[in-house]
T-cell receptor, first 110, second 111 residues
């Protein structure tokens, strides 16, 4: 089975840096995805990690440690528009099936 | 390149009815996955189709079914609708293992 945990809510200040953690216990692992989802909208792809280490993409970075079953999404220079839910998802061994965590609702305050 | 499209965007049905939702993947993408999103359960995997074959299936009752056509377009069907089927149904397509792109979803309300 798959179990993916992430904090339910986080609050941060505009211009600051925030780290959203995700831990997973899975029977198989073939990559970890991060998505951003604004209320009432579809998830949009942010990052993909399959090897250990840091992937940087503009203001967003994602880290993976497979031995620890741990990932984080780092958001720098926070903007008000970054207020959204952030979803961690693990791709198992079978096809493209993704198992999602419950999502972290990030609120950015002025 | 056009993104994933889903129709209809909104749907209201009555308990006991059936519904068919449609998804057109990004051109060239052969894998289509369906997910259900509810406030209580979050995003849950329904099934995946690849080259017209169901490759994976989630833990949903047999009332939920799907299919994929030769042009990679996919449909999912829910029969004998229940109130608990009210949800956002999302379709995602992919070409490579390091990507899955979601469509805008179909919001189904069962009354």
């Amino acid at each position: 089975g798959q179990n993916i945990d992430q904090p339910t809510e986080m609050t941060a200040t505009e211009g600051a840096i925030v780290q959203i953690n995700c831990t997973y216990q899975t029977s198989g692992f073939n990559g970890l995805f991060w998505y951003q989802q604004h209320a009432g909208e579809a998830p949009t792809f942010l990052s993909y990690n399959v090897l250990d280490g840091l992937e940087e993409k503009g203001r967003f970075s994602s880290f993976l440690s497979r031995s620890k079953g741990y990932s984080y999404l780092l958001l720098k220079e926070l903007q008000m528009k970054d207020s959204a839910s952030y979803l961690c998802a693990v791709r198992g061994d079978a096809g493209n099936m993704l198992t999602f965590g419950g999502g972290t609702r990030l609120m950015v305050k002025p | 390149k056009a993104g994933v499209t889903q129709t209809p965007r909104y749907l209201i049905k009555t308990r006991g009815q059936q519904v068919t939702l449609s998804c057109s993947p990004i051109s060239g993408h052969r894998s289509v996955s369906w997910y259900q999103q509810t406030p209580g359960q979050g995003l849950q995997f329904l099934f995946e189709y690849f080259s017209e074959t169901q490759r994976n299936k989630g833990n949903f009752p047999g009332r939920f079914s799907g299919r994929q056509f030769s042009n990679s377009r996919s449909e999912m069907n829910v029969s004998t609708l229940e109130l608990g089927d009210s949800a956002l149904y999302l379709c995602a397509s992919s070409l490579r293992e390091n990507e899955q792109y979601f469509g805008p979803g179909t919001r189904l309300t069962v009354t």
